[in-house]
């Protein structure tokens, strides 16, 4: 099935738009600070839609379709997990944080560390952000790449990759932060009105409503019970710690007008997380589970009983229901999801490169301009990986891997110890991130089916106690 004219006509003026918010910001950035913290007066209510966006983004659009397709309701837990997470951070984490980002004018996360443990914890913490955040980005844009090549089989995923990229790094590279946080509040609406009022009902309206659901699926799909201890875990060990160590993160608590903005802003976000993003993507994969199972794919090479990438289901489901007109608004939905996700990771790459990397070895402040030559470099980078990577969740957990292994204790470590080692936080983060990726490396079956994420946490935990306690000794006994 080819795009119609009408429903390219919707995709590309949807792109457009979004061109054209980061070209009228293009101009108002004066400095650094502008460009990466919005100058630091920014409103709770774009910027909790930018924190869920960014957070839910192809995770959602595609991840999150794909377990409503294969396990039901449980898998709204996953995101129930965001929840946990933004209320944590809201509570533990930015009480402490804002106050000292405001006083020393962070723009970066690592900026935080270089506070507590000095420039060379920050700068190796900037270069395992930085490596995780070109990941984070090339996995949205191969999610976007994903979606559309399923949706539309004429458009092949490279061009898609091309396509995505191209218009999500301009846009994000010429504008900065704020054109990321004012687009993500544009996909947010646009999402929520796809989601609500196009591919919910139509969709339920399509497979024969809940008859049809309760007669095709087992009685499990329906269930929230459905999901084992280990999969939960994994799902909170891995979602949970992104709260405390994303660079996307801070740069929005960051540019918050005060602290009080910066919580009201994160417990929206949570809200909007779970119960609201959770069950409309798990229903809408479930839907397509339920269309799947009564031979709605049959057509195009899908029967009932044919092997099917879970991933897959939804964009075969909307690609089979959706009417011309109606696809090109729902695609625009889907791509809102993602690209508000790839522009946020490809603003933290940049800060972390920036400010953190190129900040370690030259003092001296980068022009606006060679911000945004940067940012665009980057962005280049990240379009290249995602054409030589065809797995949205291998790309996923890499960058997760890491992120959340190596840089969750020496975070936790400043807010809740009055003087943490610095030789404890390099430990921690290189043994954390070298465990967990090592394991995945190496595809070891690990006992009780738990994520490696937990055995390089557990291992970075270690090496952190271990360096402290050696480090107070050695103080005791000098009598210091």
């Known amino acids: ?228 201890f280990s999969t939960f875990f994994n799902w909170f060990i891995t979602i949970v710690p992104i709260w405390f160590i994303g660079m996307t993160l801070y740069q929005r608590i960051y540019a918050c007008k005060d602290e009080k903005t910066a919580k009201k802003a994160w417990y929206l976000a949570g809200l909007f997380e779970w119960p609201v993003m959770a069950f409309m993507g798990i229903a809408l994969g479930l839907f397509a589970r339920v269309g799947y199972e009564q031979g709605m794919f049959a057509a195009i090479g899908y029967a009932p009983g044919t092997e099917l990438d879970p991933e897959l289901g939804l964009p075969l489901f909307l690609r089979t229901i959706l009417p011309v007109g109606l696809m090109g608004l729902m695609l625009s939905a889907y791509f809102s999801a993602i690209m508000s996700t790839a522009d946020s990771c490809l603003m933290a790459a940049s800060g972390n490169f920036t400010t953190d990397i190129l900040g370690y070895f030259y003092k001296k402040e980068h022009s606006v301009k060679n911000t945004q030559f940067i940012t665009l470099l980057i962005g280049g980078l990240s379009i290249l990986l995602a054409t030589h990577m065809q797995n949205v969740l291998e790309l996923m957990l890499y960058s997760y891997a890491f992120m959340v292994s190596g840089l969750l204790i020496p975070v936790l470590a400043t807010l809740f110890l009055k003087k943490p080692s610095a030789g404890a936080a390099m430990a921690a983060m290189i043994s954390g991130g070298v465990t967990t990726l090592g394991l995945i490396l190496m595809q070891i079956e690990l006992p009780f089916g738990l994520d490696a994420n937990f055995f390089g946490i557990t291992i970075s935990l270690l090496a952190f106690a271990a360096i402290s306690s050696y480090e107070n000794n050695r103080l005791r006994r000098a009598g210091i």
């Open 1 to 228: 099935m080819d795009i119609h004219i009408i429903d390219l006509l919707i995709f590309v003026i949807y792109l457009i738009i979004m061109l054209g918010i980061g070209f009228y910001f293009m101009k108002r950035n004066k400095s650094k600070e502008d460009y990466y913290v919005g100058g630091r007066n920014m409103s709770a209510g774009h910027i909790g839609l930018s924190v869920v966006a960014t957070d839910v983004g192809g995770g959602f659009s595609i991840g999150l379709g794909g377990l409503g397709f294969l396990m039901g309701l449980s898998g709204s837990w996953m995101l129930f997990t965001g929840l946990v997470g933004a209320w944590l951070s809201a509570v533990i984490l930015i009480p402490r944080v804002y106050p000292l980002a405001i006083q020393h004018k962070f723009l970066t996360f690592p900026q935080s560390l270089a506070f507590h443990y000095g420039k060379k914890v920050a700068f190796t913490a900037g270069i395992i952000s930085l490596i995780g955040y070109i990941g984070f980005t090339s996995s949205q844009i191969l999610a976007g790449a994903k979606l559309a090549s399923a949706t539309f089989p004429s458009i092949s995923i490279t061009s898609a990759i091309l396509i995505m990229g191209v218009i999500a790094v301009i846009y994000t590279a010429i504008g900065g932060i704020k054109a990321v946080i004012y687009t993500d509040t544009v996909q947010w609406i646009i999402l929520m009105a796809g989601l609500i009022g196009i591919g919910i009902p139509l969709g339920y309206y399509h497979i024969g409503g809940w008859k049809a659901i309760s007669e095709v699926l087992p009685g499990s799909f329906l269930s929230l019970s459905q999901v084992s």
